[in-house]
DNA sequence: GATGAATGAGATTTCATTCAT
DNA sequence: AATGAATGAAATCTCATTCAT
């Protein structure tokens, strides 16, 4: 957690400084990200850093938790907690897409972090988010069984870790893929693929992985 | 490529090395990966390390190519090429499993490599890594629906990274989750963990996984 | 250019680190000289160095820039812009071999920078530098023909590259020479030697220098 | 020196080895040349190196001594030693410009030494080289004199350093600015320089420097 | 005579963090 | 509250040289 001298800061500087560490710890993992080069940036001293954040590791947990955050919110909003399960996921999915194109950065950030097992300093944050992450689809699972749009004889967890996989993982490729990107991170060096992607093509992305969901692969 | 030198070696002396560089590799990110540290531990002098590798990426692509290349091994002896779709992918993910369970080590290694976004150096090799999985999914949901396994109406591109990402994300951490295990590399600190998973219990686990494939969600 | 660290630094502090690195920079070409040398003798940590010069670079052209500031200053003081070219010129060689004999060390990192061919580091510099030197005596020259005191027959180029070498390099050798030292840099190792040439004996190097300009070596 | 078994080599193996070492230490400074880079590019073992020499240092001298050797020997045939000063030195000068043009390997390595004070190693080598070039000129300045073609109140020493880096300095410099070069080495990165200077232009800047020898720069 | 693996010192550079001002 | 100098461990990598085979 950020000391409070932080939150005291003059609200553009405070911006600044988030949207430059931002940008650091999207672009790079962990451990490669310097917080040299984020005050170098910032044009502020290094022990103002620590006046700030208390080291390294709290810089980016704070940005994490503003990141996903973020994204937790832009996904409630768009998603109707009452509609049935097929429905919240679709639209689960399109608030996802939308929050990853429009905010490659913060989305980047938490996709980084998921990706950093092994990275000691980060492991029981780690560990917290994906069960929260499993919570949440946990939660929409089982209530799609209860109100009949799920077959009762599916392994809740199991179901749950599977959707959770495919969408941010082999969503998040598959539309990097179409873009004609090549990494993850592609789309933070070259923001303009993100506006190959038109309404119509997300509807049918949507589409489809909607139909794979209901009915499986089989005739 | 490892020079000569290195395959010169004699292969208690090779094994070593590798080991233990593997044990490096497989517990961080490659950017926390110290060449020190293995050589401090192979008890070999660092211009040594030279002889046998170009540098630290050379010496990571060595690994990681050979994780990948057993791993590849391992599935093919267990897949038969020419069974129909869901045959084929049920003894894939059998095969893996297995490789995870067993060779924990080789499959954090090809784990953390493929998390490596961000990892300039890795870039490239990386992108090739996704690539050639990808086509290995694609291949087989192709013949699938030449097959008639697989609904025709399939988008071939979006089912593979489905697919494949629930086999490298999702399969691997639900596992995890029902050993007891927290991160994704616990499984190395711990090795006992492994033993905890029964050969029912993965059976169990197939079934339900290509129940989710095969049928969806949907009643 | 040093970091403004470097400039808030104590001068006795900065002196010191100055005197120390150029000691190392007189005594042996670009790429033998260590920084960590340098740190150890001035008893600072590597670190400081690295907060005090963007690296190696940026402080050997300090020194250099520092170095050959000081030498124009101490001619430009000695010489008189206005009088005729033979006058000028007699009065910058004195002042050039009063510099050489008073700062051997300042001397020496010069030299030594104009011999660094083959430093790609230091490449674009030095021309730079070379560039600098050539021009001084050209409008030297140039304005002895204007004044009359110099053939107009005489090619301006060349004429100033030669005695441009004369005075960086034939004057020096001659000088060590006849104080019985060998290589160019035993006057840092032995700076009794340039106690040896007094007043007088200058004088009369300078002046058979001049006969040799003036008239050349015909009879 | 190198030791016999150089000697004994087949020819080709031993001019093999020549050339890449002289590629080498042409192009950059002493302490920067590295035998693992000729060794590599030489196609045979390190060990070997050290069979043929007794290390870096007598490498580096064998090969300075060939150049010195072959330049010596091109100039001598060129040159009338029975001729008056003025003559045998335009011949010297001719030979020189066409040696450094036709061998600039050759030359760089003979330049590189000479640049390298403060090369410990090197230190009495070099001395030794200039006495000799020192003494080649001093020769002809003395004859000079004894033949009246030279004034006798010149001072030997001093007129025969001033030729000595009017040449090896000066004239290479000039040379080097006409044919559009920046630093001395370009030579050996774009050999197609050379061709520019034809031999008219050779004999014009002869004429230039002869006429400045002769008479100096006064009317 | 040839080989080439082994060595280890030493180079430059980066980094998170501390702390006196 | 802000500063920014100081630190020193640690990283990657290069090199000349040795020596057993």
Chains 1, 2, 3, 4 share one sequence.
Do not use: C, W
Request: no cysteine; proline share 3%; glycine share 6%.
């Amino acid at each position: 957690m950020p000391r409070q001298t932080f939150f005291n800061l003059p609200e553009d500087k405070r911006k600044k400084i988030i949207d430059i560490a931002l940008d650091e710890f999207a672009g790079r993992p962990y451990s490669k990200a310097s917080l040299s080069r984020i005050v170098a940036r910032a044009g502020i001293a290094k022990g103002s850093m620590y006046q700030y954040f208390e080291d390294k590791k709290d810089l980016f947990m704070y940005l994490l938790e503003l990141a996903a955050g973020e994204k937790l919110a832009y996904i409630e909003q768009e998603v109707d907690p009452g509609a049935d399960f097929f429905t919240a996921f679709e639209q689960s999915m399109l608030a996802g897409i939308r929050f990853n194109l429009d905010h490659p950065k913060l989305s980047r950030v938490i996709a980084n972090a998921m990706d950093s097992t092994g990275e000691e300093a980060l492991h029981d944050f780690i560990v917290k988010g994906r069960k929260m992450t499993l919570e949440y689809f946990s939660q929409m699972v089982r209530r799609g069984q209860e109100q009949g749009s799920i077959r009762k004889d599916i392994d809740i967890k199991l179901a749950s870790y599977m959707v959770s996989s495919m969408l941010s993982q082999g969503l998040t490729e598959y539309i990097l893929d179409i873009l004609g990107g090549s990494a993850v991170d592609d789309l933070l060096k070259k923001p303009e693929l993100a506006e190959r992607l038109n309404e119509e093509q997300i509807k049918g992305i949507i589409d489809e992985t909607m139909k794979l969901l209901r009915n499986g692969l089989q005739p």
